[in-house]
């Protein structure tokens, strides 16, 4: 069994030091107060056994709570006392260094919090550290000046979580949608060069990649360009093309059909396609942002999108070649084609080929088959969203998320048109509804008190995020407030008014859902009879961002939380404050937003029509998924769901597996296995391999790929997935 040390390394549970620590507490009283030796050991072993239940690494201060608890039951009050005080004491004494302590950790890489806090970020190396520790520093002056003190507290207890404050003492954001066609046609600036209007398909797309990676080092979260920005310079080097095929025609006096001119052009159009798309793969995957990790971008497919036919084939062609390198994948240090974890890519599934006589439906069909290999791509419903998305004009619209899931709400500009890139997210405080229902005792007139007394907390905690935001000036990011990313403001001029009036969103986060439900019903919100209190509880949380939103004009939204490693954080409070009860917190992990809960028995169709009423209550950001074996020989099966995905849910995805190790060549499912002290180990069926550095694991996690492995929460809820198909 390990527990966490403070500084966030893990150690062996050792019973002798809970002995050690009540028999010098016993010493310090009178001897009419003290214990016998038999009652301290008692006591450990309670501890011990305490944490055995738990299955999972708790922390010091949650052992020595356990300890403090144990002297009490026993009635040595005296000697609790005193443990108490010596407690407190060193506490005192800690508090001046527990910031260098945890950046010296992670620096000597022996952090384990750190070390699986991000499923993409690999902690062993320079440029990951130096923003874990700058993380840190950030962590530590938001929480003793920036935020209330309040605030803080309920974060810490998991009452609720200020995401991303490893980036609050600086003015950043967390999401964007970025305005690529704008950049492209009009030019921008990157590092103080101008880039003009590029001249061909290929350097459009190294452009591209450029503006990524200047976007991911100037913000912390998401960002989605769209292919259909980039389709227009098809055109342009179709045209570039022909003139040279003319050029050499003629310079070797040849004279040639137009069908077989048109038939090079072609010819070599797709060859600089196919180069411009590998350029956006392969630097995605090998750029390093400031912030230690591949930008994490997600990549639009829509159809629908294309301002003509020809622009519309033109973007049909640059997708096929997207997908196709894709289901290629990538390779490791061993030559080795594995799954990358981005870009992250999503399919918008339309009338024009969601049917087998449509006319793309063969790029259905290639994403079909991505998808069963690679995981990606997702798919929204154009059919769906069109339904949910409707703007102040009543128009529907279709388009991307920023990320993961952050959606932006339905905007009209003051030309009366709709208005989507360039518009971004300014941050993101989730709700622990479990923490709710748990300190409402399953009275229903308290759960709704408590729920909106913590509603106000996190109106307040968002209103921090806001004011943070407020007064920064364009220039702290010239690429995307002055450059075309989001905004062309002058230099010199605040970003305020880019925070008001619904142009940007302000994220209210939910997370556990199901453990809510069931609490407070005895039923998963999938129960008839349980449903409708899941559907009030959304709509409370609802009404709350409506109200929020009219009071200060700014645009809060609900929003799904991922939850990454927040999953393990909370699940650890929720322990720490009610014990643990069955089917509620006996888990290292908490539901993420409205999801069926991982183990539940359900089957696809069944799921993802019974979230498809919670998505339209989590307008801010939602996505469903269905786990699925290998389904590489059923791609007719993925092509049923993905059609079920059409009529029936906005934004779905499948996850299946797709491991390698790199010991013995083994390409199938790698297993999560439980060692002889109770941790979760990543093991190779075929010959054991433990050793983490040497194999390879994509699983999807919060909506996009990991490949950097998770913590101990994270990996337990991997494991207890089960199937939908």
Request: hydrophobic share 35%; net charge negative.
């Amino acid at each position: 069994m390990k527990i966490i040390k403070r500084n966030g390394s893990e150690a062996v549970f050792d019973i002798e030091k809970i002995e050690n620590a009540v028999t010098k507490a016993n010493n310090t009283v009178e001897e009419s107060e003290r214990m016998t030796p038999t009652q301290i050991k008692r006591i450990a072993q309670s501890v011990e056994l305490a944490c055995q239940e738990m299955n999972r690494s708790l922390g010091v201060e949650e052992i020595q709570d356990l300890v403090e608890k144990q002297i009490m039951a026993h009635g040595a009050f005296e000697v609790a006392k005193h443990y108490i005080t010596y407690r407190y004491t060193r506490s005192l004494v800690r508090r001046s260094n527990t910031t260098d302590d945890r950046i010296l950790s992670l620096i000597e890489c022996n952090n384990e919090e750190v070390k699986q806090e991000n499923a993409n970020k690999n902690p062993t190396v320079n440029a990951v550290q130096r923003d874990y520790m700058a993380g840190e520093v950030s962590k530590d002056i938001t929480k003793r000046l920036l935020l209330p003190q309040d605030i803080v507290e309920a974060h810490e207890a998991g009452i609720i979580h200020f995401h991303d404050s490893d980036y609050y003492a600086q003015h950043m954001h967390n999401c964007d949608l970025v305005n690529l066609d704008d950049m492209l046609q009009n030019g921008t600036v990157i590092s103080g060069t101008l880039i003009e209007k590029p001249h061909s398909f290929s350097t459009a797309c190294n452009i591209a990649t450029q503006i990524i990676a200047q976007v991911a080092s100037n913000q912390y979260g998401g960002q989605s360009i769209s292919l259909t920005h980039l389709a227009p310079f098809v055109q342009v080097s179709r045209e570039k093309i022909r003139k040279t095929v003319e050029q050499e025609l003629a310079a070797f006096g040849v004279t040639a059909t137009e069908e077989a001119i048109s038939k090079v052009v072609e010819d070599r159009l797709r060859d600089e396609i196919r180069r411009g798309v590998q350029t956006i793969q392969y630097q995605v995957v090998t750029l390093m942002t400031t912030n230690g990790q591949a930008p994490f971008i997600t990549v639009f497919m829509y159809l629908n999108e294309a301002r003509s036919e020809q622009e519309k084939k033109d973007l049909a062609v640059i997708i096929e070649e997207t997908l196709r390198q894709r289901y290629e994948g990538v390779k490791n240090e061993k030559g080795v084609w594995i799954t990358p974890a981005f870009p992250k890519l999503i399919y918008v599934l339309e009338e024009d080929n969601i049917h087998e006589d449509s006319p793309y439906w063969y790029l259905t069909k290639l994403a079909a088959k991505c998808t069963a290999k690679r995981m990606v791509p997702d798919y929204i419903s154009e059919k769906k969203m069109l339904e949910l998305k409707v703007d102040k004009n009543g128009e529907g619209h279709c388009y991307t998320c920023m990320g993961c899931r952050s959606f932006l709400t339905p905007y009209v500009d003051e030309n009366g048109k709709p208005k989507y890139y360039g518009r971004f997210n300014q941050g993101v405080v989730t709700i622990n509804l479990v923490d709710v229902a748990l300190s409402s005792g399953r009275d229903m007139d308290k759960f709704w008190s408590i729920f909106d007394e913590r509603l106000e907390l996190c109106h307040r905690a968002l209103l921090c995020r806001h004011e943070r935001l407020k007064g920064t000036l364009s220039d702290a990011a010239p690429i995307l407030w002055q450059y075309g990313a989001l905004a062309r403001l002058p230099k010199g001029e605040p970003i305020d008014k880019l925070l008001y009036g619904g142009y940007s969103t302000i994220s209210l986060g939910y997370a556990g859902l199901y453990e809510c439900v069931k609490y407070m019903t005895g039923k998963s919100h999938t129960d008839e009879e349980a449903k409708p209190f899941a559907l009030s509880v959304m709509q409370h949380m609802n009404d709350a961002c409506a109200g929020w939103k009219k009071q200060h004009n700014i645009d809060f939204s609900l929003y799904g939380t991922p939850l990454e490693s927040t999953t393990y954080k909370f699940a650890k409070c929720l322990q720490k404050r009610f014990g643990v009860i069955p089917g509620i917190t006996d888990k290292g992990y908490i539901t993420n937003s409205y999801h069926v809960h991982v183990s539940e028995p359900i089957d696809a169709f069944t799921k993802l029509a019974f979230e498809a009423d919670f998505q339209k209550l989590s307008p801010g950001g939602a996505i469903s998924y269905v786990e699925v074996p290998n389904m590489q020989n059923n791609i007719d099966a993925v092509l049923e769901v993905m059609k079920f995905i059409y009529d029936h849910i906005m934004y779905a995805e499948l996850n299946t597996k797709s491991d390698y190790c790199q010991v013995c060549g083994f390409d199938g499912e790698i297993e999560i296995r439980e060692d002889a002290d109770g941790k979760l180990v990543w093991t190779c069926p075929q010959c054991g391999n433990q050793d983490q550095s040497k194999m390879n694991v994509a699983r999807r996690t919060c909506g996009y790929i990991g490949t950097q492995f998770w913590n101990q929460g994270r990996t337990q809820e991997i494991r207890d997935r089960v199937l939908h198909l």
